[in-house]
Nanobody, 113 residues
Framework: QVQLVESGGGLVQAGGSLKLSCTAS????????MGWFRQAPGKQREVVAT???????GYGDSVKGRFTISRVNANNTVFLQMNNLEPEDTAVYYC???????WGQGTQVTVSS
């Protein structure tokens, strides 16, 4: 069963781009605010971007102007387009409904300098 499946991570040089995808079960996707989160080694998990069912978005200060969150409701999928990546963006990236405490496996993003 689907629950949360993130993909699209990888190794990229600083200044490069990646697009993350997340497919969620309808019970997760269709209720509330969806978001992308990240956790770097030794740091707490933080919110990167959020999006409502209607498409209203919000971003963390460190990614504004570089990352874009979007969703395709018909496919229960959320995307995160990441441009102009920086080494500080290196982390495991997760998607989830905001406030939900069970997480998927995440996808590793590594940005080399």
């Amino acid at each position: 069963q689907v629950q949360l499946v993130e993909s699209g991570g990888g190794l990229v040089q600083a200044g490069g781009s990646l697009k993350l995808s997340c497919t969620a079960s309808p019970s997760i996707f269709n209720i509330g605010l969806m978001g992308w989160f990240r956790q770097a080694p030794g740091k707490q998990r933080e919110v990167v971007a959020t999006i409502t069912f209607a498409g209203s978005v919000g971003y963390g200060d460190s990614v504004k102007g570089r990352f874009t969150i979007s969703r395709v409701n018909a496919n229960n999928t959320v995307f995160l387009q990441m441009n102009n990546l920086e080494p500080e963006d290196t982390a495991v990236y997760y998607c989830n409904r905001v406030g939900r405490q069970t997480w998927g496996q995440g996808t590793q993003v590594t940005v080399s300098s």
